[in-house]
Nanobody
Framework: VQLQASGGGLVQAGDSLRLSCVVSGRPSGGLSVAWFRQAPGKGREFVAAIFRNYGRTYYTDSVKGRFSISRDRAKNTVSLQMNSLKSEDTAVYYC???????????????????WGKGTLVTVSS
């Protein structure tokens, strides 16, 4: 499985961005896919995930109500719509995939088999 993240950029606080993660090598519907982020000098942080099969979604508290993760099976893509961006959302964003993700380890980076290269999101205040 290969993952390609894109869509990052420089925006102002309050703006929106949409990140995309294109999955190749396997239908994305058979994968649970998550977005993580890593700010300068900090560890990798879970942002959101969408489970395979029924597509249940989960978010870290700091993005609930502002971010939305979704899947487009036809395009084999998982997207992260980010609204009302804040300066603290500034980070490199990564998408990751797992074939056997369970809820109890959804926020654990090692639970994901495959990772894409990151895309930088910079939010100016």
């Amino acid at each position: 499985v290969q993952l390609q993240a894109s869509g990052g950029g420089l925006v102002q606080a309050g703006d929106s961005l949409r990140l995309s993660c294109v999955v190749s090598g396997r239908p994305s519907g058979g994968l649970s896919v998550a977005w993580f982020r890593q700010a300068p000098g900090k560890g990798r942080e879970f942002v959101a995930a969408i489970f395979r099969n029924y597509g249940r979604t989960y978010y870290t508290d700091s993005v609930k109500g502002r971010f939305s993760i979704s899947r487009d099976r036809a395009k084999n893509t998982v997207s992260l719509q980010m609204n009302s961006l804040k300066s603290e959302d500034t980070a490199v964003y990564y998408c990751a995939a797992s074939t056997r993700l369970i809820l109890s380890n959804i926020e654990v980076p090692s639970a994901y088999n495959d990772w894409g290269k990151g895309t930088l999101v910079t939010v100016s205040s």
